[in-house]
């Protein structure tokens, strides 16, 4: 697969990707309006507690599975691999649902939920679905099988929306008319129906993605899975502590802020991640269709090849997101109940923070690909290391700002880390100065923009389009792009 490829690879998990994740992401409007802040702060801060034990107990195996599937000479070897893997995480998605749910009433206390342990044992089972159907999804996307893939998320998104606005629109009014269903609606409860929704679309999805008939059985093979277990398992560490870097901003609002703040100064910053969906929706494809690709096998020069155009198309392409969400972020407030708007003022420090995460993400191939993911380690402890310094000296005086600020200054630390060891060891012929100038040319015409916020929104509307028609038109000239041309082969695609 060439790189136009990829783009068009990109696009399809883009294009579908986009819908399932707007239709997920109208619950952010919804939601902040049926939830008070602190009802929405328990739900951002036990879905920052997800990732790090997704993270966990995948045990790098996602990305094993792409190296290792690339280097796999027959589809024999494919199938074992993908058989011991997913017996792998399956084991460890049980034990964890079991022994979590056993526990759920010492862990709930101690995460500032004592009077609803089912808060945890409803998102362990979440989680251990998850990871159950971790590996089927990553065999999907290395088969190429977008349309699957997708379509599954879809299903996923679209079940576990419908179920939020039943739980919160339609319940309570059923409820109000007495009989059995009176019983399934708690006032103080309200949290808890999100995870519920989430847990029953996680379950249909799973379910679905099993009925594929040629699905190899999970089974467990030492010989097959420990060559990949030797080359995760610094994934495992470098991917909990580059977790921790992406979500630990909200745990540190939780913790380090005053009890009586905490939860609703969690809501408002969670609310506001969220509203810059389109940059980190973009990450999330293009880590889709490129890590399949550039885990395949290449030979040393033309993977840094590859690498150095795929960086500098991705820069252009957040550059331009960067600019059309920052200079109409007054329209995507909206989006927001009025409770929440006032965290606006960080969107910009959030967008750029998921820009580098997307940096940071290009540059972790070439030790992927060099298999020496134990720099990864190092990166993300680097990252780490920035995270609490910066999280204790801003989070408990600045709220959400010093939250904002300590995952830009992680990000930024973890850039300068992996690009100084690849100069070093894997150099790779990254563009810095066409990648500065897209960079320079957004910065410019952000600030244009800036200028003219003052003026009526009848004419200022029209100026940021403008601006951003420029900047359109400026990189697709300057990189020579075709636009036509691409577009041609997405449609194919």
Same mark, same amino acid.
């Given at each position: 697969? /060439?790189?136009?490829?990829?783009?068009?690879?990109?696009?399809?998990?883009?294009? /579908?990707?986009? @819908?399932?994740?707007?239709?997920?992401?109208?619950?952010? $409007?919804?939601?902040?309006?049926?939830?008070?802040?602190?009802?929405?702060?328990? %739900?951002?801060?036990?879905?920052?507690?997800?990732?790090?034990?997704? @993270?966990?107990?995948?045990?790098?195996?996602?990305?094993?599975?792409?190296?290792?599937?690339?280097?796999?000479?027959?589809?024999?070897?494919?199938?074992?691999?993908?058989?011991?893997?997913?017996?792998?995480?399956?084991?460890?998605?049980?034990?964890? &649902?079991?022994?979590?749910?056993?526990?759920? /009433?010492?862990?709930? $206390?101690?995460?500032?939920?004592?009077?609803?342990? /089912?808060?945890?044992?409803? @998102?362990?089972?979440?989680?251990?679905?998850?990871?159950?159907?971790?590996?089927?999804?990553?065999?999907?996307?290395?088969?190429?099988?977008?349309?699957?893939?997708?379509?599954?998320?879809?299903?996923?998104?679209?079940?576990?929306?419908?179920?939020?606005?039943?739980?919160?629109?339609?319940? =309570?009014?059923?409820?109000?008319?007495?009989?059995?269903?009176?019983?399934?609606?708690?006032?103080?409860?309200?949290?808890?129906?999100?995870? @519920?929704?989430?847990?029953?679309?996680?379950?249909?999805?799973?379910?679905?993605?099993?009925?594929?008939?040629?699905?190899?059985?999970?089974?467990?093979?030492?010989?097959?899975?420990? =060559?990949?277990? %030797?080359?995760?398992?610094?994934?495992?560490?470098?991917?909990?502590?580059?977790?921790?870097?992406?979500?630990?901003?909200?745990?540190?609002?939780?913790?380090?802020?005053?009890?009586?703040?905490?939860?609703?100064?969690?809501?408002?910053?969670?609310?506001?991640?969220?509203?810059?969906?389109? !940059?980190?929706?973009?990450?999330?494809?293009?880590?889709?269709?490129?890590?399949?690709?550039?885990?395949?096998?290449?030979?040393?020069?033309?993977?840094?090849?590859?690498? &150095?155009?795929?960086?500098?198309?991705?820069?252009?392409?957040?550059?331009?997101?960067?600019? %059309?969400?920052?200079?109409?972020?007054?329209?995507?407030?909206?989006?927001?109940?009025?409770?929440?708007?006032?965290?606006?003022?960080?969107? $910009?420090?959030?967008?750029?923070?998921?820009?580098?995460?997307?940096?940071?993400?290009?540059?972790?191939?070439?030790?992927?690909?060099?298999?020496?993911?134990?720099?990864?380690?190092?990166?993300?402890?680097?990252?780490?290391?920035?995270?609490?310094?910066?999280?204790?000296?801003?989070?408990?005086? !600045?709220?959400?700002?010093?939250?904002?600020?300590?995952?830009?200054?992680?990000?930024?630390?973890?850039?300068?880390?992996?690009?100084?060891?690849? #100069?070093?060891?894997? =150099?790779? =012929?990254?563009?810095? #100065?066409?990648?500065?100038?897209?960079?320079?040319?957004?910065?410019?015409?952000?600030?244009?923009?800036?200028?003219?916020?003052?003026?009526?929104?009848?004419?200022?509307?029209?100026?940021?389009?403008?601006?951003?028609?420029?900047?359109?038109?400026?990189?697709? #000239?300057?990189?020579?792009?075709?636009?036509?041309?691409?577009?041609?082969?997405?449609?194919?695609?």
């Amino acid at each position: 697969m /060439s790189l136009r490829g990829v783009a068009g690879q990109t696009a399809m998990y883009g294009i /579908s990707s986009i @819908v399932a994740r707007m239709l997920n992401y109208l619950l952010t $409007p919804y939601l902040t309006r049926v939830l008070t802040g602190e009802e929405y702060g328990v %739900v951002t801060g036990m879905y920052a507690v997800i990732p790090f034990a997704l @993270v966990a107990l995948t045990m790098g195996l996602e990305t094993g599975y792409f190296r290792f599937s690339g280097l796999s000479r027959t589809e024999g070897e494919r199938r074992a691999l993908f058989s011991s893997t997913w017996g792998a995480v399956l084991v460890a998605a049980v034990v964890f &649902a079991v022994v979590a749910s056993c526990f759920a /009433s010492r862990l709930a $206390p101690a995460m500032g939920y004592g009077d609803h342990p /089912s808060f945890v044992w409803i @998102v362990a089972c979440v989680i251990a679905v998850d990871v159950a159907g971790s590996i089927p999804f990553c065999r999907l996307r290395a088969r190429g099988d977008a349309k699957r893939f997708v379509m599954l998320k879809i299903i996923s998104v679209m079940v576990n929306a419908a179920l939020c606005v039943f739980f919160y629109s339609a319940l =309570p009014l059923l409820a109000a008319g007495g009989g059995w269903i009176s019983r399934a609606w708690d006032a103080s409860f309200m949290p808890g129906y999100v995870f @519920v929704a989430n847990l029953v679309a996680s379950v249909v999805t799973f379910a679905l993605l099993c009925r594929s008939r040629d699905v190899a059985r999970p089974g467990l093979s030492w010989r097959v899975l420990r =060559p990949v277990l %030797v080359y995760s398992a610094p994934l495992l560490a470098g991917g909990i502590a580059g977790t921790a870097n992406e979500f630990i901003d909200r745990l540190m609002i939780e913790y380090l802020m005053p009890a009586d703040v905490a939860l609703s100064t969690l809501g408002v910053y969670g609310a506001v991640v969220k509203i810059g969906v389109i !940059l980190p929706l973009f990450v999330q494809v293009y880590r889709y269709a490129l890590e399949p690709y550039l885990l395949s096998g290449f030979q040393r020069e033309e993977f840094g090849r590859v690498n &150095a155009a795929a960086m500098k198309y991705f820069m252009i392409v957040a550059s331009g997101l960067f600019l %059309v969400i920052t200079l109409f972020a007054d329209l995507f407030a909206l989006l927001l109940g009025k409770e929440f708007r006032e965290g606006m003022k960080i969107l $910009p420090l959030v967008l750029a923070s998921n820009i580098l995460s997307g940096v940071v993400f290009n540059l972790s191939f070439w030790y992927k690909q060099a298999n020496r993911t134990v720099f990864g380690i190092a990166i993300t402890m680097t990252g780490l290391v920035f995270t609490i310094l910066f999280g204790i000296l801003l989070v408990p005086t !600045l709220g959400y700002t010093g939250a904002a600020i300590t995952r830009l200054a992680c990000e930024v630390a973890m850039v300068i880390a992996s690009y100084a060891l690849n #100069r070093r060891y894997y =150099p790779v =012929p990254y563009d810095l #100065r066409r990648i500065g100038e897209h960079a320079l040319v957004c910065g410019m015409l952000v600030g244009a923009g800036l200028l003219a916020r003052d003026l009526a929104d009848v004419a200022r509307y029209p100026l940021n389009a403008l601006l951003c028609g420029i900047f359109f038109l400026y990189a697709t #000239r300057r990189e020579g792009i075709q636009v036509i041309s691409l577009l041609k082969s997405i449609m194919k695609k």
